[in-house]
């Protein structure tokens, strides 16, 4: 079966870090660009952070450069979002969206998977 399963969500207080994990199972991420997508209570999805298959490409999203960082292992078919000095503002249910040769990052039908969601919730 083919998934994309996130993890690594959870309560953290505000400057606090976390670490968030994308699986794919049933099919190789190795020809996929990635990207990461949040959604807040009461607005619409964000797009957070794109890199490429090759691991180049990396961009993100103005409010959270300087604190998050993309990466992945291709190897161990598994996409990160290091997330440091987190604010209320962060708190989403964060997804992570895999597409084949993506032109347009923020475009969500550009992507051919998306994960469930983790929730990540920053407060004190």
């Known amino acids: 079966e083919i998934q994309l399963v996130e993890s690594g969500g959870g309560m953290v207080q505000p400057g606090g870090s976390l670490r968030l994990s994308c699986a794919a199972s049933?099919?190789?991420?190795?020809?996929?660009?990635m990207s990461w997508a949040r959604q807040a209570p009461g607005k619409g999805p964000e797009w957070v952070s794109s890199?490429?298959?090759?691991?180049?490409?990396?961009e993100y999203e103005d409010s959270v450069k300087g604190r998050f960082t993309i990466s992945r292992d291709n190897a161990k078919n598994t996409v990160y979002l290091q997330m440091n000095s987190l604010k209320p503002s962060d708190t989403a249910v964060y997804y992570c969206?895999?597409?084949?040769?993506?032109?347009?990052?923020?475009?969500?039908?550009?992507?051919?998977?998306w994960g469930q969601g983790t929730q990540v919730t920053v407060s004190s």
């Open positions: 969206a895999a597409g084949f040769a993506v032109r347009s990052t923020l475009v969500p039908a550009q992507y051919d998977y």
């Open positions: 049933g099919f190789s991420l190795s020809h996929y660009d």
């Open positions: 890199i490429k298959f090759n691991g180049g490409g990396i």
